[in-house]
């Protein structure tokens, strides 16, 4: 799991690919028109919030960057989400 003391984005994104067995999920932000995977999780109740997210739901997500590469990140907190929300 995370520790929140590493440096923090938010990011309105809309999920590409919803989370697999091995707790990985896709997620285009909305205003880069990027491609990037959340991998870790804060806490189990994130994990379980994204895990219930659908291909097209839109979220605004506060992310830690992964120390390995710059499009793997960190849950840390959801800011809102929008189920109704969905992008193409």
């Given at each position: 799991?995370?520790?929140?003391q590493?440096?923090?984005?938010?990011?309105?994104?809309?999920?590409?690919?919803?989370?697999?067995?091995?707790?990985?999920?896709?997620?285009?932000?909305?205003?880069?028109?990027?491609v990037?995977?959340?991998?870790?999780?804060?806490?189990?109740?994130?994990?379980?919030?994204?895990g219930?997210?659908?291909?097209?739901?839109?979220?605004?997500?506060?992310?830690?960057?992964?120390?390995?590469?710059?499009?793997?990140?960190?849950?840390?907190?959801?800011?809102?989400?929008?189920?109704?929300?969905?992008?193409?």
């Amino acid at each position: 799991m995370l520790k929140q003391q590493q440096r923090s984005c938010e990011r309105a994104s809309v999920v590409v690919s919803p989370m697999d067995d091995d707790g990985r999920m896709e997620l285009r932000d909305v205003e880069a028109d990027e491609v990037y995977e959340v991998v870790d999780y804060i806490d189990e109740e994130l994990a379980m919030k994204l895990g219930s997210l659908s291909a097209g739901e839109a979220v605004n997500l506060e992310l830690v960057a992964g120390a390995d590469t710059s499009d793997v990140f960190g849950a840390v907190r959801i800011e809102s989400t929008g189920p109704s929300a969905r992008f193409r």
